[in-house]
Structures are given as C-alpha cells and as structure tokens.
C-alpha cells in the first residue's frame, strides 16, 4: 500500500489543521491506520490509530479532546482534524497503515507502510 500524507503547514497556537492520508489501493479500507508524529531530536511517537471499520479509535494523551481521526470510505483517505493546536504539536506526521493488534497500536514497528510525512509547525 502507497500512503500519501497531506494537510501540514504553518498555524498559530490555537488553529487548526486536517491532515489527510490517500492512498490509490482500495485494499486500504482493509487496513488500520495511525498518524504518528516526529519532532527535531525525538524519536516518532503514537498520535491516533483507527480501525479498518472506523469505529474503534484510539489517541494519546496529550492529544484527547483536540484531536479527531477519522475515516471518509468514499475518498479512500484517513483523516487528522487537529483543533487547540498548541507549539508541543511541531512535528513531521506520518500516517501508517497495518493490522497490529488493538493493544500495540502505539508500537511504530508494527506498521507495516508509511507514507512521506507532512510538516505541522504551530507558531507561539
């Protein structure tokens, strides 16, 4: 499966973004897919994960109550809304997409396909 990430750029804290997550093969509504994100000398981290039904969701901590994943079936794409964003938020995001097992959705090595990455950047 070919990931494509969009939907990053430059907001002020606060804003909002929707990153979204393409992919050409209809085999990604089979998938799981997850948003993790990377910022400048961390190592990438678990943001949300959603089913391949879309009705099982899971976030971080950080990120509950701000963020909404979401899937849209008949655009074939995973979305990000991101709402209060805040300047801890700064990072690459990359969606995933695979089938671990609900308890290890936060485990980045049990996602098989990645797309590029986009870049959030909240300014203060």
């Known amino acids: 499966v070919q990931l494509q990430a969009c939907g990053g750029g430059l907001v002020q804290a606060g804003g909002s973004l929707r990153l979204s997550c393409a992919a050409s093969?209809?085999?990604?509504?089979?998938?799981?897919v997850a948003w993790f994100r990377q910022a400048p000398g961390r190592e990438r981290e678990f943001v949300a994960a959603?089913?391949?039904?879309?009705?099982?969701?899971r976030y971080t901590n950080s990120v509950k109550g701000r963020f909404t994943i979401s899937r849209d079936k008949a655009k074939n794409t995973v979305n990000l809304q991101m709402s209060s964003l805040k300047p801890e938020d700064t990072a690459i995001y990359y969606c995933?997409?695979?089938?671990?097992?609900?308890?290890?959705?936060?485990?980045?090595?049990?996602?098989?396909?990645w797309g590029q990455g986009t870049l959030v950047t909240v300014s203060s």
């Open positions: 995933g997409a695979g089938r671990p097992p609900f308890s290890a959705w936060h485990e980045r090595e049990l996602w098989n396909y």
């Open positions: 093969e209809r085999t990604f509504s089979t998938y799981r």
């Open positions: 959603v089913s391949d039904n879309g009705g099982t969701t």
